[in-house]
């Protein structure tokens, strides 16, 4: 058994094609497709549904799969290991990113590339908390950034990073006829923009509003905060937003933050990696930068 036939059969498990899993490997479709009937014959058990295009894994290819995957993770790893004792952590470190969180990941990663100068981190964030769960859990990344609660987090380390709070930013001339303090009834008059439902900062909101007997009705809904903040610059809008996205994206000329209580609406973002050992060097390298510097934006 090569790493090779292995690294060729997870590929094709991903694309769900023959053909982009040979171009996600760099060699030829007829050279992949051999290269997964060798594995068949030398494990005897069939592990590719074929017809005239791949129809998907059989039962002891999906299970055989997994095995693939820890395989080649462990693989890797051993990798690291080593030229991390000869030369220091090389290698890419795979890190999946909430979009809550990706105007402060950069408080992470940047002091860890600073310690780590030989290290490239590959960072996607467009991924939901369990989705980034289910993608360590096949190997896929080596860390991620998310939302811990609500999510299954069995079998991984999590590092609380910091507390996200939710504030009010709006207009100063809109503000200027409301009363003071502002209650979330007095917020939730004024014309709002918010992040679409089913959002994890949209969700949060509700929740915590519904507690209270209200609810918020935006006239504006977007998938983008900095949407919504160009929406708020223009002075006729308020919205509602996490307090770290403040820390990169600063408010507009003219605009204000307001910190709401009764109910305060916030969250805890962490770091998660795979608890399995040894695991990932990159991943406890990571979790060594968190706990040794802390994250406090806003």
């Known amino acids: 058994m ?4 292995l690294e060729y059969f997870v590929a094709l498990a991903r694309e769900k094609h023959f053909a982009r899993a040979a171009a996600a490997c760099y060699v030829s479709q ?7 009937r060798k594995l068949e014959n030398e494990l005897k058990v069939p592990l590719v ?5 791949f129809e998907g894994l059989t ?18 790893a051993l990798i690291h290991e080593v030229a991390a004792l000869q030369t220091g952590l090389t290698g890419e470190l795979r890190l999946g990113v909430v979009p809550g969180a990706s105007s402060t990941v950069a408080l992470l990663t940047d002091p860890f590339c600073l ?18 769960v289910e993608r360590i859990g096949r190997f896929e990344l080596d860390a991620g950034i998310i939302y811990p609660d609500g999510v299954d987090t069995a079998g991984l380390t999590v590092t609380p990073l910091y507390e996200e709070r939710q504030v009010l930013i709006a207009g100063a001339e809109l503000l200027a006829s409301q009363p003071n ?12 923009c918010l992040l679409n439902t089913g959002m994890r900062g949209r969700q949060l909101l509700d929740d915590a509003l519904a507690a209270h007997g209200l609810a918020a009705r935006p006239r504006l809904e977007a998938d983008s905060v900095v949407s919504l903040l160009a929406h708020v610059s223009g002075g006729r809008w308020a919205s509602i937003v996490p307090q770290t996205w403040l820390h990169t994206l600063r408010p507009p000329d003219g605009v204000r933050m307001v910190p709401m209580a009764d109910p305060q609406v916030t969250a805890t973002v962490a770091l998660v990696t795979s608890a399995a050992e040894p695991g990932s060097v990159l991943a406890r390298a990571l979790v060594a930068t968190a706990q040794r510097i802390p994250i406090s934006p806003g």
Do not use: C, K, M, Y
């Open 2 to 5: 090569l790493f090779r036939q």
């Open 30 to 36: 007829p050279a992949l497709s051999e290269a997964i």
């Open 49 to 53: 549904r074929r017809g005239q295009n």
């Open 59 to 76: 039962p002891e290819g999906e299970r055989l799969v997994l095995w693939a995957r820890r395989i080649l993770a462990d693989h890797d």
């Open 115 to 132: 310690e780590h100068p030989l290290v490239r981190v590959q960072l996607e964030s467009s991924l939901r908390s369990a989705g980034i």
């Open 181 to 192: 303090p502002l209650t979330w009834a007095d917020a939730l008059e004024l014309p709002l």
